[in-house]
């Protein structure tokens, strides 16, 4: 005979079974059972929060940075609604999260309660998959099935509706076995054999190979980051990645061609448009990444490795979609290569048209010695860090392209940024959560000074939890990438794309307990860097850099990839309709 | 600047899910999420322990979606398959409306003698108006309404369609 308990109880032992060790989270009425249980406890670490959305993105943070899923606790009404956009964002970039929300008691769902609202409803369609709980017998298994289900497959959140009486309620609760609620849950994880074989032909056959890697490399945990590292050190082909694969290669290599898309390279957006052939690894043919899509490279063979069918096809139609884990398939396709002892085709043409390509110099800026030039200031943040291999999170903009094609990146896990979503304001929560994940690592947010507004409260959390992360600040004091935008499309009219009455950033930090430090011309900007490391505890770092400044290369949005904009006097003022309504 | 539209197909697709709480939503919320077509939308329990339902939709829409949609409903989480009968090839399609015509003399007697060619069953009857039940196909109804209509069509309601493949196996 088990003894019954409490659905609260029920719940921190579920996850203390599941190996939760932080949950980042914020009281509430309607969850206030679920604290008491969590304070008489000793296993499970609670971050307090400033903001739910900020709870999100640090669970993120810390789901990127260890492998592990995140947790988050939240309140009913307001504390779920503000949990939305961090779940959307994690959709979108595939991050494994388990979010609880309190809910009003079982008997006033639907009545307009205080603190109500239609939480599953809301989630539903920014979830992998929600569920309300109605019985604290069921609620073991829910939260053991949301774990393997948010952590398996595509990752994605889960949201666990747990209303108040439910947390009170006793049941039994009994560690639960393998079995599913949901039978029909069986992501594909080994590739099929003939596929791989098919593939590893096309790969030993092609003349201009590229391989495309995603997120999914980096979601299919350290060891797929290997297999890539292996299978290109045996094909001999280039490889580029989308802006969420960064350190799944590693930048130092010379067959990196470095992030490709709408702010990559050149030389790896013209390798993408000239290639016979394109392995797409746990990459998903994002618009940012393809383009204009009649004009995606047009003279390849595709081969698409993806756990997620509905990836496959959906936008780009490809020759040989293969369903799976996308570090088995490397793996299945390494063993193979070696088995057969392929020989592969003579790549050195192939590599010559690289290496014109990469004379261009895409990623060179403009010097100054009156403004620190933002690509500058990361290239001295990388030199001063890099033996650190520190953990970098972004903000959203133009911050965000500049530290993607200029902060090298050596391993997976070390890259935490808003891909899908592009949600402002996720950089400081997500390095506060990478910081809990990763006590001894030099986390570093680069922010906009714009973004970096959005959970500002955050600095608050780092505070109370002793978190030393670095938040670098490149301030132009525009929404950068929004005048950008408006410089390329709308002829220069700045709408409100111009911050007034900034707060000063170093008294702000101080204000926190936290170092603040401004640095204001190129020949500060080594020893800010340095006062910011040597500084213990959290920093602010208000780095005033070139204000008007633009990110190139670009495609514009609805250009093909070899209509790049390399430098800014090629920019046109004004677009046609047809443009302006791309995104 | 005008936005374009693609050649469609209409396609009937057959879903077992989970009998659980809000899976409709989740089905018709993903439709209306990635914008694809709901002609019609059909869903009951279909086995013995009511665990599982059978949710028939109608959509419409180029191949390319078509496949899409298949992708997007499989990765729900309580979808167990999903079944293009369409693709499949042989199989049955049926519907039932509930058609009230209202008429007096000639009218009323040539609706009751489209009926009896269109199998239709009178299952409501005034002096002046008829409840017909009809079976088949959503273009027999189509075609029966379209007669109807001239006749006093007063309001119809109709299920929607269910199918099944043809043969002895399960689809």
């Known amino acids: 005979m088990v003894s019954e308990r409490s659905g609260a109880d029920i719940l921190i032992e579920a996850l203390t079974d599941l190996g939760v060790e932080v949950v980042f989270g914020y009281p509430g009425g309607a969850v206030l059972p679920v604290y008491d249980a969590l304070f008489k406890q000793n296993h499970i670490r609670h971050i307090l929060v400033r903001q739910e959305g900020g709870a999100v993105h640090a669970a993120e943070g810390y789901a990127r940075s260890t492998g592990k899923p995140g947790v988050v606790l939240v309140t009913s009404g307001p504390g779920a609604t503000n949990s939305v956009t961090g779940i959307a964002d994690a959709l979108m970039d595939s991050i494994p999260i388990v979010v609880i929300t309190g809910q009003v008691p079982t008997a006033l769902i639907g009545s307009d309660a205080f603190q109500e609202c239609d939480t599953i409803g809301i989630t539903r369609h920014c979830t992998k998959h929600n569920y309300l709980v109605k019985d604290p017998a069921r609620l073991g298994a829910v939260v053991h099935e949301a774990f393997h289900i948010a952590t398996s497959g595509r990752p994605g959140p889960v949201v666990i509706d747990l209303p108040k009486d439910v947390q009170i309620a006793t049941a039994a609760y009994r560690k639960p076995g393998a079995d599913l609620l949901h039978k029909g849950y069986k992501p594909q994880v080994k590739p099929d054999p003939t596929l791989i074989e098919t593939a590893v032909e096309m790969i030993a056959a092609a003349e201009r190979p590229v391989f495309y890697t995603g997120g999914g490399i980096i979601n299919a945990g350290p060891a797929a980051s290997q297999f890539l590292r292996e299978l290109a050190r045996l094909t001999g082909a280039p490889v580029t990645s989308t802006l969420m694969g960064l350190g799944a290669f590693p930048a130092s290599s010379p067959q990196w061609l470095g992030m490709l898309g709408m702010h990559g390279t050149y030389e790896a957006n013209m390798a993408m448009n000239r290639a016979d052939l394109i392995v797409a690894l746990g990459a998903r043919f994002d618009d940012r990444v393809t383009g204009r899509l009649d004009a995606f490279s047009p003279k390849s063979k595709k081969i698409h490795v993806d756990i997620d069918r509905s990836s496959v096809n959906k936008t780009v139609a490809v020759d040989l979609p293969v369903i799976g884990d996308v570090g088995r398939a490397m793996e299945a396709m390494i063993r193979l290569w070696k088995a057969r002892q392929l020989p592969r085709q003579d790549l050195a043409p192939w590599f010559r048209d690289i290496t014109a390509w990469r004379e261009r110099e895409s990623l060179a800026f403009p010097d100054s010695t009156t403004e620190i030039m933002p690509q500058l200031a990361i290239r001295r943040l990388w030199e001063a860090t890099h033996a650190r291999r520190p953990i970098i999170s972004t903000e959203v903009g133009q911050h965000q392209m500049w530290a993607a094609q200029h902060f090298g990146f050596e391993d997976p896990n070390k890259w935490l940024t808003s891909g899908g979503l592009g949600t402002m304001g996720y950089g400081l929560p997500a390095a506060i959560g990478a910081q809990v994940g990763n006590p001894n690592a030099l986390v570093i947010d680069i922010a906009g000074e714009a973004s970096i507004l959005m959970n500002i409260q955050e600095m608050s959390t780092a505070a109370q939890h002793r978190l030393p992360v670095k938040v670098f600040i490149l301030n132009n004091q525009y929404m950068g990438m929004v005048r950008q935008w408006q410089d390329l499309t709308y002829g220069g009219r700045y709408s409100e794309s111009y911050t007034e009455a900034l707060p000063d950033f170093v008294k702000l930090a101080e204000a926190y307990g936290w170092t603040g430090l401004r640095i204001e011309k190129p020949r500060e900007l080594d020893d800010g860097i340095a006062a910011m490391l040597a500084a213990d505890g959290p920093v602010m770092v208000d780095c005033r850099v070139a204000k008007l400044a633009n990110c190139f290369p670009m495609i514009p949005s609805g250009a093909a990839h070899t209509e790049m904009l390399l430098q800014a006097n090629e920019v046109s003022g004004e677009m046609d309709d047809a443009a302006k309504a791309l995104v | ?171």
């Open chain 2, 1 to 171: 600047m005008h936005i374009k539209a693609e050649d469609a197909e209409r396609h009937t697709l057959s879903v077992l899910v989970d009998n659980e709480a809000g899976i409709l939503a989740r089905i018709a919320g993903m439709f209306s999420a990635r914008g694809y077509n709901i002609g019609s939308l059909t869903v009951a329990e279909v086995t013995e322990d009511e665990a599982v339902s059978r949710i028939t939709i109608v959509t419409e829409g180029p191949p390319e979606m078509i496949d899409q949609i298949i992708s997007q409903l499989d990765r729900l989480v309580p979808v167990h398959k999903v079944t293009d009968l369409t693709a499949l090839g042989p199989h049955v399609e049926r519907e039932l409306a509930l058609v009230k015509v209202s008429g007096t003399g000639d009218t009323r007697i040539e609706a009751l003698r489209l009926a009896e060619v269109y199998r239709a069953r009178v299952v409501d009857a005034t002096i002046s108006s008829f409840v017909f039940e009809v079976t088949g196909g959503s273009e027999k109804i189509d075609k029966f309404l379209e007669l109807m209509r001239e006749l006093g069509l007063i309001e119809v309601a109709r299920t929607g369609v269910a199918a099944i493949a043809r043969g002895n196996e399960a689809a």
